[in-house]
């Protein structure tokens, strides 16, 4: 065996410790994803997806010590959270997953394992509805195809950290329940965007609320003002000291605040709060810098875009 040859357990399969960049931190998280066909592991895929981790399907089980190996320490740029998707689809490769795992744990990998099944019933009736063979009936029925992978799923089913049965689950409520097993704990993935724009120049397409500050006087009337943005004091101070003015922009971020809850609730983390005046420039670009401040005090991460200031 030569320097550059990788050195491997009796089984072949490459050790951790051997491959390029296999120095691994233990702040990297490897997660696997795996069980029976048509129980959600798709679903999961992209649920995780959305967590920002890298996630691979259908990876056949021998190439995930060098995929583990290329992670990037952590703190770096690149790849330290990998979820995998591993499962009866590789056929003969997926006869290598018990001993994969093990040379894993061995060179000191820490990885968890996500089973997910459901109910003959309703794998059956999931089947139907996408008109899609299970990947291991051959030439019997659905049934003959589950009862062949749950005899190949069985040892790995049993040193699963996590068994989930989607059997009464939507896609919604698998992913609620695939972030809540995953996110750490404080985690908030809410992208909260705070926008400014002129009525006049339409409303931004992809809002999920409207505020329209046209009731406050507009500074576009005071001379040494019409120059300036929103973003200045002079103007802000005129917008935000009109009599209510800073305790509506404040208690309007206040009453958002259960409603941006709700929707991590509901699996929605893009969430964009427009906040509209005549032309884009003054009133509303001084209430959304203080709706953002008011929503940062809150806890919330924010980012603030004008539109349309430089229009005019």
Not at 22 to 44: H, K, Y
Not at 61 to 84: C, D
Not at 274 to 279: M, N
């Amino acid at each position: 065996m030569t320097n550059e040859d990788p050195q491997t357990v009796p089984n072949g399969i490459p050790l951790l410790d051997s491959l390029p960049g296999a120095a691994t931190s233990p702040t990297n998280e490897v997660l696997i994803i795996t069980g029976r066909s048509g129980a959600g592991r798709s679903q999961a895929a992209r649920a995780l997806e959305d967590l920002d981790w890298y996630v691979v399907d259908n990876l056949p089980p021998s190439m995930l010590p060098a995929l583990v190996g290329m992670m990037s320490p952590g703190g770096e740029a690149g790849v330290h959270r990998l979820a995998v998707v591993v499962d009866v689809r590789s056929r003969a490769f997926f006869m290598d997953l018990s001993a994969t795992l093990d040379a894993l744990r061995a060179q000191g990998v820490l990885y968890r394992i996500i089973y997910l099944e459901a109910d003959e019933a309703t794998l059956v009736r999931r089947y139907e509805s996408n008109r899609r063979p299970h990947p291991l009936q051959g030439d019997g029925t659905v049934l003959d195809g589950i009862h062949a992978e749950d005899v190949l799923l069985a040892p790995l089913r049993r040193r699963a950290d996590e068994v989930i049965d989607t059997t009464r689950m939507s896609v919604h409520d698998l992913s609620r329940h695939i972030r809540d097993v995953i996110a750490g704990e404080g985690e908030r993935p809410l992208q909260l965007t705070v926008e400014s724009f002129g009525f006049k120049y339409g409303l931004p397409l992809d809002a999920d609320d409207v505020l329209d500050v046209r009731f406050l006087k507009n500074p576009y009337w005071i001379d040494e003002l019409r120059h300036l943005t929103g973003r200045d004091k002079a103007v802000a101070d005129y917008v935000l000291d009109q009599p209510g003015a800073r305790d509506f922009a404040c208690g309007y971020a206040d009453l958002l605040a259960p409603m941006l809850d709700g929707y991590l609730t509901e699996l929605k983390p893009f969430v964009t709060i427009a906040v509209g005046c005549t032309g884009g420039k003054h009133r509303s670009v001084a209430v959304a810098e203080l709706i953002a401040e008011r929503l940062r005090e809150r806890g919330f991460p924010v980012r603030v875009l004008h539109r349309d200031l430089g229009r005019e």
